[in-house]
């Protein structure tokens, strides 16, 4: 027979644990949906005014030299990349809601 003490105990550890789940799961939804959203942004456009204003091309070894001044340059490297799940293409912070190609490059770029 369990003592009142080891009853206490017993509710408590499963009100922690079930505290835990309820606060770990919404945090498990947003982190699928990031990655799901992620999937499903635009790629952008080397045509959109604002990658035109920024130089951007999809192709870092297209850039302009003179603007890259290096050839060591790519969105990979950058500090406002964000890598997800497609290797290839991740986020930018100067981009918002759109992907950028990891071996492009804008006028923006930041040494990491
Ligand atoms: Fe690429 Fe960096 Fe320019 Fe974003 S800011 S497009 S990651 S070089």
Redesign the pocket.
Known sequence: MMSDNSVDNSRRRFVKLTAAGIAAAPLSTLLLQGSAQAADMPK?EESDPM?QG?S?VND?TKADPAKRAGDD????N?????AGADAGW??????PGKL??AN???????KV
């Open positions: 952008v990658a920024l951007y870092a340059k790519f969105c990979n950058c500090k406002l990349y964000k991740g986020e930018c912070a100067v981009f950028v190609n492009g490059w804008c006028s923006a770029w930041v």
